[in-house]
């Protein structure tokens, strides 16, 4: 009912084809609205920022240079001039009366330059100096103009008017700075007009990119989605395709992976099953034979009889145990024990449990020890299994000759001395791709590594736990045809 839910859920949720298209819809709406504003109504607010900042740059220097000789700052009043088109006039300022310094004209209609009167002089100085220095207004042209004029010439605009006192060592001067506002009303007529078909085109474009843009991206994930939803039903032969995006690309090629890998742990596990089920059935089989046969026949309950229901009985057992120890080790849960023990000692009582088999059946075991009897720091009841282990594997699949070669060797490193042990068997030997497999539970090469029946097939696996709680390197090589060597290493411990 959960996952019905979920699945509801999602199949009313928006597409992502949808939240794209939308997406830039939003977006040009946006930009259209910010330009529309902008360009209509704030220019003239923003227009008038702009030449209020010329005109205090202007100002400001000026302010700087109005100690300067009366020649240089002419020649500096004509160059701020030309470049801010501003009208400039300097006076200095003694005993409340203002002599010109310098003045420079560019506009047609000067305020600065059309004063008759020292009353207007010297209210700008009053008005200055009752703002800290500085002063601004604003004036009509028709204002300047007669009356007729002015409703002739509707229209023309303002004129802004700039103050500024600065005290220097040859004393107060005043800085007048003229500046026109032209109308901006026809700009603003053909701004919008332009707006018009530029917010058309805008919008048209950005359908058109969002729905490509949309394909590109949405299209993959959608397939991508289709494929997951086989590979969730258990169909890992799926292809994930993500497009030309890096993102989905990436994307792809791991679920590809994820699919493969998926594939491989699913043949592993029916593997498993297959090969579990055929150790449990191999000994129950015998032991119901067995114990129904001495039930139902007369003088069947012999001993060899009950010997076999024991051995089988203990097969179980060893199997059962086994795959409990894998499972505690890949848990985490085993803990060791840690001791200094005489390593080689517990090569040579490993090799003479097997004196029985090399007697009845005709191994032969050697024994190679380059130097002296080696200790080491570990859980000497797992090394012992590991070695155990390590020559079950190597006499299950030895060659005709029966043979299998322990060799024991000290090997120094950065680190110090470490003993290397390796066993060395001389059967079919193992594929290189399949190396690193081995260590797996009940893993098994076809025509080349075939489990004996006296092995549980979790040897190796158990081997590899013990070595990786240890810290200790292992590995192995093979040569098809030839046999196998699969080796350890541990740190040697001086006394």
Not at 205 to 222: C, E, F, Q, T, Y
Not at 368 to 397: P, S
């Amino acid at each position: 009912m959960k996952r019905t839910a979920v699945d509801k859920k999602t199949r009313r949720g928006i597409g992502l084809h949808t939240r794209l298209l939308v997406s830039y819809a939003v977006f040009a709406v946006v930009v259209l609205v910010l330009l529309w504003v902008s360009q209509t109504f704030l220019l003239d607010g923003l227009y008038s920022m702009v030449k209020h900042n010329e005109l205090e740059k202007c100002a400001d220097v000026l302010c700087e240079n109005a100690s300067k000789e009366p020649e240089y700052l002419a020649e500096l009043t004509e160059e701020l001039s030309g470049k801010y088109s501003t009208c400039v006039s300097i006076y200095n300022v003694k005993n409340n009366r203002g002599t010109r310094v310098v003045s420079e004209h560019v506009n047609s209609f000067c305020f600065l330059h059309n004063m008759t009167t020292e009353d207007m002089l010297g209210k700008l100085y009053y008005d200055a100096r009752k703002n800290d220095g500085v002063y601004t207004e604003r004036i009509s042209l028709a204002s300047m103009l007669s009356r007729g004029e002015a409703e002739s010439d509707g229209g023309l605009g303002e004129i802004v008017v700039y103050v500024r006192l600065v005290s220097t060592d040859r004393g107060e001067h005043m800085v007048l700075l003229n500046a026109e506002m032209v109308p901006l009303d026809s700009t603003v007529s053909t701004l919008r007009l332009q707006l018009v078909y530029i917010s058309i085109i805008l919008f048209v474009v950005g359908i058109i990119l969002a729905a490509v843009m949309s394909s590109v991206v949405a299209k993959p994930i959608r397939n991508m989605s289709r494929e997951a939803a086989k590979l969730a039903m258990g169909n890992y032969n799926v292809n994930f395709d993500g497009g030309n995006c890096k993102e989905t690309a990436q994307l792809s090629e791991t679920l590809n992976h994820a699919a493969y890998e998926l594939s491989k742990l699913d043949k592993m596990q029916k593997d498993l099953i297959a090969n579990i089920s055929h150790d449990l059935r191999t000994p129950l089989t015998m032991i119901a034979g067995y114990t129904e046969a001495m039930r139902d026949l007369p003088g069947e309950a012999t001993p060899e009889n009950m010997q076999i229901v024991i051995d089988e009985t203990n097969r179980l057992t060893s199997l059962v145990n086994d795959m409990l120890e894998v499972s505690r080790y890949q848990g985490g849960a085993q803990m060791l024990n840690v001791t200094r023990f005489n390593f080689t000692e517990v090569i040579r009582r490993t090799i003479d449990r097997y004196a029985k088999l090399r007697e009845n059946e005709g191994y032969s075991i050697t024994f190679e020890n380059t130097g002296d009897d080696v200790y080491v720091e570990a859980d000497e009841k797992r090394i012992l299994q590991v070695v155990y282990n390590l020559m079950n594997n190597a006499i299950n699949y030895t060659g005709e000759d029966k043979s299998v070669r322990v060799r024991q060797r000290v090997v120094s490193t950065d680190d110090g001395d470490e003993v290397m042990l390796e066993v060395r068997d001389t059967g079919n030997g193992i594929p290189e791709e399949a190396l690193p497999l081995v260590w797996e539970r009940y893993y098994k090469v076809h025509d080349f590594h075939k489990r004996a029946n006296m092995g549980t097939g979790l040897g190796l696996s158990i081997v590899k736990n013990i070595l990786i709680l240890h810290g200790a390197r292992f590995g192995v090589t093979s040569t098809v045809g030839k046999g196998s060597c699969f080796w350890f290493r541990l740190r040697v411990s001086k006394p």
